[in-house]
């Protein structure tokens, strides 16, 4: 292949393999659209809820990290708190079938029930793109929008990367700080952290 050639042809290749990388969700940028279905059988689109502040909880139930959350029932706690003062949950399940935590709707269903757990919405992403839009990497992983539909948080749930339960009281919750310090009307302070917990498991064919 010529020179004047294959330079037009690296610099496609590059853009290909760069365009989904720059497409995901980043903390001040706008939060990427998605439409998905809930475990209910609605159909959920982060549109629905611009003007409020939205949480999403990236969610794996066979994984100790998220089970220090839900076990200690810190997780339960916060969804209730922070729908109660108007804000949207949704948990989001990103395993592929034959992964750890994938679920089907009515497994889902009866697990919210066991644990008592209230997110707004629990939705089914068993392709993974909603993970990949947020380039989510870790269940839990922890993502806040403002009211103007842009991300203000992405990490840890909070500073204590244990699967411990006691570690849970005495943890800074980065959410709760992301959200208090937004609704306030201040800047947050703490807009990204590196996520812990258990990898993603999306299907072998979307990494």
């Known amino acids: 292949m010529k020179r004047s050639t294959l330079y037009p042809t690296l610099v496609a290749l590059f853009l290909c393999i760069a365009l989904p990388l720059i497409s995901a969700g980043k903390t001040?940028?706008?939060?990427?659209?998605?439409?998905a279905t809930a475990s209910n059988g609605k159909t959920?689109?982060?549109?629905?809820?611009?003007?409020?502040?939205?949480?999403?909880?990236?969610?794996n139930n066979?994984?100790?990290?998220?089970?220090?959350?839900?076990?200690?029932?810190?997780?339960?706690?916060?969804?209730?708190?922070?729908?109660?003062?108007g804000v949207v949950w949704l948990t989001i399940l990103s395993s592929a079938p034959g992964k750890q935590g994938y679920v089907t709707a009515s497994e889902e269903n009866s697990y919210l029930a066991k644990e008592q757990a209230a997110p707004t919405a629990a939705l089914l992403d068993p392709t993974g793109l909603i993970g990949?839009?947020?380039?989510?990497?870790?269940?839990?992983?922890?993502?806040?929008?403002?009211?103007?539909?842009?991300?203000?948080?992405?990490?840890?749930?909070?500073?204590?990367?244990?699967t411990d339960l006691e570690d849970v009281p005495g943890a800074t919750n980065y959410v709760s700080l992301a959200l208090e310090q937004a609704i306030a009307g201040?800047?947050?302070?703490?807009?990204?952290?590196?996520?812990?917990?258990?990898?993603?498991?999306?299907?072998?064919a979307t990494h």
Request: glycine share 8%.
């Open 62 to 85: 066979g994984c100790p990290y998220v089970g220090k959350h839900y076990n200690s029932g810190n997780m339960q706690k916060l969804q209730k708190e922070w729908t109660s003062r």
């Open 132 to 162: 990949h839009l947020y380039d989510a990497k870790t269940s839990p992983q922890m993502v806040v929008i403002n009211p103007q539909g842009v991300v203000i948080y992405d990490g840890a749930i909070d500073n204590k990367p244990t």
């Open 186 to 204: 201040k800047q947050v302070q703490t807009p990204t952290t590196r996520p812990y917990g258990c990898s993603v498991k999306y299907s072998d």
């Open 44 to 59: 959920v689109r982060l549109s629905d809820f611009r003007g409020k502040f939205v949480v999403l909880e990236w969610h």
């Open 28 to 35: 001040g940028e706008a939060a990427p659209e998605f439409t």
